[in-house]
């Protein structure tokens, strides 16, 4: 591990003129269970390493008039627990349960899960200089590839590892940036980049800038939720595909529908085609069948992940079943 220094800057303002003023390569450490692995590996390397746990007013979970707020320092176990969460938001109270184990549950941070880094071996090894570190080629494209993207790969074939992501976005929900000049408000969903934006990142945040809280929207009349997570263990794992559905149920039938899938693609990957063919019409397993039929059409399976297909039809029919129950 490479020296650096540390700074715990105690509010947001010094935390954003640190960010802006900071000559030096910056990491900022949430609860540390994937920083400190990278630093130790050398993926990652910083001159300075921020501290976010000294930052007043980066935790907590607020209910607001038209929602829920929620810091970035929030625990995930507390976001599990959330009594408001469990009564209005129960595909993310899922999407918390499903993430690590109990233990990792209570050092990770909300924000540390939605601004992971990928999981991919290849950017992994400390020896490969892949796209993603600066390289020129993407290894996994005609080398291993089983966990890796099917959908929007654009030379780099990461996937979003996030399993707060989808379930959040589905319901709409939006991030606060802050910076030295003021915060700015982007939909969740907008706030990751993908490979064909910046290869070597996976998100919006330029020089200066931090992720603040998640505000999710209050749930409208007939909302409906679920989250589903297929994994290659049964002990706890990353995805292979996992599917957030959410949406306004009427007779059996989605007026509103939002399918947000993770695991498939370097962002959280919205199946809009899907979404065209489910709405309006009263749920079946055929309707399900040619939903993902419509979404998978845009797919790019390489060598070893074509299974991801099957595995997107299944993860999408439990979860609008369960929604749509």
């Not at 008039?65 to 627990?81: F, H, P, S, Y």
């Not at 600066?134 to 074939?157: D, E, M, P, T, V």
Request: with cysteine; net charge neutral; glycine share 8%.
């Amino acid at each position: 591990m490479r020296e650096f220094k540390i700074a715990e800057p105690r509010t947001m303002d010094e935390l954003a003129a640190l960010l802006a003023e900071s000559e030096e390569p910056v990491a900022m450490m949430a609860g540390g269970t994937d920083l400190i692995d990278e630093l130790k590996s050398g993926v990652a390397t910083a001159g300075l390493v921020v501290d976010l746990r000294t930052v007043a007013g980066l935790a907590g979970i607020t209910p607001e008039k038209d929602g829920l707020r929620v810091g970035v320092m929030t625990r995930v176990v507390e976001l599990a627990e959330d009594a408001v969460v469990a009564r209005d938001y129960p595909s993310l109270k899922e999407a918390a349960l499903s993430l690590a184990t109990p233990q990792l549950r209570n050092v990770g941070t909300v924000g540390g899960n939605l601004c992971q880094r990928p999981r991919c071996w290849y950017y992994r090894d400390p020896q490969v200089v892949c796209r993603k570190k600066g390289g020129f080629n993407c290894f996994a494209f005609q080398g291993r590839n089983k966990y890796h993207a099917i959908f929007g790969g654009s030379g780099c074939f990461i996937v979003c590892p996030s399993d707060l992501a989808p379930a959040l976005i589905s319901l709409g929900a939006k991030a606060t940036i802050g910076t030295a000049k003021g915060d700015k408000v982007v939909a969740l969903e907008q706030f990751y980049a993908p490979p064909e934006v910046d290869v070597t990142r996976e998100n919006v945040l330029a020089k200066g800038q931090f992720l603040k809280d998640v505000r999710v929207p209050a749930p409208k009349a007939g909302q409906r939720a679920a989250y589903v997570k297929l994994k290659e263990r049964g002990t706890w794992d990353f995805a292979l595909v996992s599917a957030a559905v959410a949406g306004v149920v009427n007779d059996g039938a989605f007026a509103e529908i939002a399918v947000v899938m993770g695991g498939v693609a370097p962002t959280p990957w919205r199946l809009r085609k899907a979404e065209d063919a489910l709405r309006g019409k009263p749920v079946s397993e055929a309707l399900v069948r040619q939903a993902a039929d419509a979404a998978l059409k845009d797919a790019s399976p390489m060598r070893e992940n074509g299974f991801k297909a099957d595995l997107v039809f299944a993860a999408l029919k439990e979860a609008v079943m369960a929604a749509a129950a």
